[in-house]
């Protein structure tokens, strides 16, 4: 009768175990993929702001050794992610593919003036710094005009203010909601030994040497479940992307470590803040309190 009733308990002592460990790689889960989310949006943003484009036209009189020099000194520039030399035969030749004729046999001679088509960095792809730019390359004397979109630049920064707004308020909600749901996974895991811990109590145990086991248990378990939602992640990041590589991709290593290491953090500290809570609890609690 002993054998099965031990044999019962260590059953349900192990359901238990796995259960806390579903639970917290669930959680973990979730909140692994809202951190993809933001990466992918964070990467979306910079992309976006650094396909804004800067057109310096030059003048016509400028030599191709200033040209070729204010290239170089713009590739060097902080602020400028790269710059690409468009002669005005060029011009000429994506103007009569987007006109569908050759406008120069027309009116005789080539209008179009070389230029450096500039891609900033995603930084400086803003109103303020493209104006302090401009203002800077106008004071060359080989160019003749900066032109940009400045409605849009301000249209794309706006927008990408406020769906980084969103998500990091989601974001928030979520980290909120997963560490509650941590928390009580591990009280409940605490709270089916609350008698076991009266026990050690009344044989004279310390509170730490009754603590130490259930706060190890519950860092163990938050490590299980961050490295199980880890692999489901990298399975659903590989599984997405075979679907939609130009959307996810996996080139950026080092943001994914820092997610990984970021579940991995965020498990251990909090299961080991509510296992201590929960185990400080029961040790407070009187004895009759305990059995309800």
């Known amino acids: 009768m002993s054998t099965q009733e031990e044999?019962?308990?260590?059953?349900r002592l192990r359901n238990s175990y796995i259960t806390s460990v579903i639970s917290i790689t669930l959680v973990l889960f979730l909140l692994g993929i809202q951190g993809l989310i933001l990466i992918h949006a964070h990467k979306l943003s910079r992309y976006v702001r650094e396909n804004i484009g800067v057109t310096v036209v030059l003048k016509d009189a400028a030599k191709d050794a200033d040209i070729a020099r204010l290239q170089k000194q713009l590739d060097f520039s902080p602020a400028v992610k790269s710059t690409v030399f468009v002669s005005k035969e060029e011009a000429a030749t994506l103007l009569t593919q987007d006109l569908g004729e050759d406008f120069v046999d027309f009116i005789?001679?080539?209008?179009?003036?070389?230029s450096l088509e500039i891609r900033l960095k995603a930084e400086y792809a803003n109103n303020d710094s493209m104006a302090i730019l401009e203002h800077q390359l106008m004071q060359i004397n080989e160019v003749q005009e900066v032109y940009y979109?400045?409605?849009?630049?301000?249209?794309i920064n706006d927008n990408v203010r406020r769906i980084s707004l969103v998500l990091l308020s989601i974001s928030a909600i979520i980290l909120l909601i997963?560490?509650?749901?941590?928390?009580?996974?591990i009280r409940l895991s605490v709270?089916?030994?609350?008698?076991?811990?009266?026990?050690?109590?009344?044989?004279g145990a310390t509170q730490s040497f009754i603590r130490k086991p259930f706060i190890q248990r519950g860092i163990l378990q938050?490590?299980?479940?961050?490295?199980?939602?880890?692999?489901?992640i990298t399975f659903v990041l590989y599984y997405v992307q075979s679907y939609a590589p130009d959307i996810v991709t996996i080139k950026d290593i080092d943001w994914f470590l820092l997610l990984f290491a970021g579940i991995f953090a965020i498990a251990i500290i909090?299961?080991?803040?509510?296992?201590y809570f929960a185990v400080?609890?029961?040790?407070?609690m009187s004895n009759d309190l305990i059995h309800y």
Request: charged share 15%; net charge positive.
């Open 108 to 114: 005789g001679y080539n209008p179009l003036s070389a």
């Open 149 to 155: 979109q400045k409605n849009l630049v301000q249209i």
């Open 280 to 284: 400080r609890r029961f040790l407070k």
């Open 222 to 232: 938050g490590i299980i479940g961050a490295a199980l939602s880890c692999i489901t």
């Open 270 to 275: 909090f299961t080991w803040l509510s296992s």
């Open 7 to 11: 044999k019962y308990q260590k059953r």
């Open 191 to 203: 709270y089916s030994k609350r008698l076991l811990i009266k026990s050690m109590m009344l044989v």
């Open 178 to 185: 997963a560490i509650a749901l941590i928390n009580n996974t």
